[in-house]
T-cell receptor, first 109, second 112 residues
Framework: GIQVEQSPPDLILQEGANSTLRCNFS?????LQWFHQNPWGQLINLFY???GTKQNGRLSATTVATERYSLLYISSSQTTDSGVYFC???????????FGTGTRLTIIP | DAGVIQSPRHEVTEMGQEVTLRCKPI?????LFWYRQTMMRGLELLIY????????DSGMPEDRFSAKMPNASFSTLKIQPSEPRDSAVYFC??????????FGPGTRLLVL
């Protein structure tokens, strides 16, 4: 099956810093999503982004499908951004999402 | 829409007991998925439905697990008999074809 790798596995930043999270996948995908799992365990849908670039406030994401990677940018980090960020992909002909192992982000005040 | 609704939010039971987890997907979504999250295995797909029909149950760990979707607005995941290794957070998610996925808040299950 398709492989999804995320980097870095852990990231600790001061409040106000910017960060870039990366997701590499091993095959062509029909769908790619970024999720934030907050400290209470809730999985929040950030972006549905099979290709191109999207922005939502301080967050933006870019997927380059031909090169099989996606990036999530977080600017001016806040403590509420802490949690685990997951990339998940759906490969063609297979409607299920395969999750990466996540990036654990900790924002220090 | 209230989003994907799961119940109960927390469940503590003893080994050998039957556990039933419930999910109400977002109205109009035609796909429903059950995922399990553990520290050791991360998020893994158990089973998914399309238009109430089970499509892929290859992730169901063993015969003790079963899932049903009797109509478009309700699904259950049942574990009988439960074992301590079933302790995990169980998520339900729904989606449209070629659309984004939405996850419920999860059910945190502890089997003693």
């Amino acid at each position: 099956g398709i492989q999804v790798e995320q980097s870095p596995p852990d990231l600790i930043l001061q409040e106000g810093a910017n960060s870039t999270l990366r997701c590499n996948f091993s095959d062509s995908v029909n769908n790619l999503q970024w999720f934030h799992q907050n400290p209470w365990g809730q999985l929040i849908n950030l972006f549905y982004i099979p290709s191109g670039t999207k922005q939502n406030g301080r967050l933006s994401a870019t997927t380059v499908a031909t090169e099989r990677y996606s990036l999530l940018y977080i600017s001016s980090s806040q403590t509420t951004d802490s949690g685990v960020y997951f990339c998940a992909v759906e490969d063609f002909g297979n409607e299920k999402l395969t999750f990466g192992t996540g990036t654990r982000l900790t924002i220090i005040p | 829409d209230a989003g994907v609704i799961q119940s109960p939010r927390h469940e503590v039971t003893e080994m050998g007991q039957e556990v039933t987890l419930r999910c109400k997907p977002i109205s109009g979504h035609d796909y429903l998925f059950w995922y399990r999250q553990t520290m050791m295995r991360g998020l893994e797909l158990l089973i998914y439905f399309n238009n109430n029909v089970p499509i892929d149950d290859s992730g169901m760990p063993e015969d003790r697990f079963s899932a049903k979707m009797p109509n478009a607005s309700f699904s259950t995941l049942k574990i009988q008999p439960s074992e301590p290794r079933d302790s995990a957070v169980y998520f339900c998610a729904s989606s449209l074809a070629f659309g984004g996925w939405d996850f419920g808040p999860g059910t945190r299950l502890l089997v003693l």
